[in-house]
């Protein structure tokens, strides 16, 4: 079975950096689009960036220019840049494929930005 791990969350102050990676077990990256989501308290889950097969990426609105996702197929991992955190980053972050599949999801990484 597939397993995906997050790890490089943390405390930061407003305007830092940390740099998430998600090791998937097996290489369900290597024919899918992957993606990173967040999610805070009471509220769903949701895709902030996306890598293509090919390595395109694209963001949502409130982290383009701050934040940069990139990926190794041959290492199976997939990771996540993040500058210039704002308190609103804070949440739980994973990683899955895009679309997600919900047999591949883990425990998340927790990200958590001081004003």
């Known amino acids: 079975q597939v397993q995906l791990m997050e790890s490089g969350g943390g405390l930061v102050q407003a305007g830092g950096s940390l740099r998430l990676v998600c090791t998937a077990s097996?290489?369900?990256?290597?024919?899918?689009?992957a993606g990173w989501y967040r999610q805070t308290p009471g509220r769903r889950r949701d895709l902030v960036a996306i890598c293509t097969v090919g390595g395109s990426p694209t963001y949502v609105d409130s982290v383009k220019g701050r934040f940069t996702i990139s990926r190794d197929n041959a290492k199976n991992t997939v990771a996540l840049e993040m500058n210039n955190l704002q308190p609103n980053d804070t949440a739980v972050y994973f990683c899955?494929?895009?679309?997600?599949?919900?047999?591949?999801w883990g425990q998340g990484t927790q990200v958590t930005v001081s004003s």
């Open positions: 899955n494929t895009v679309p997600a599949d919900r047999n591949y």
């Open positions: 097996g290489s369900i990256f290597r024919l899918r689009a």
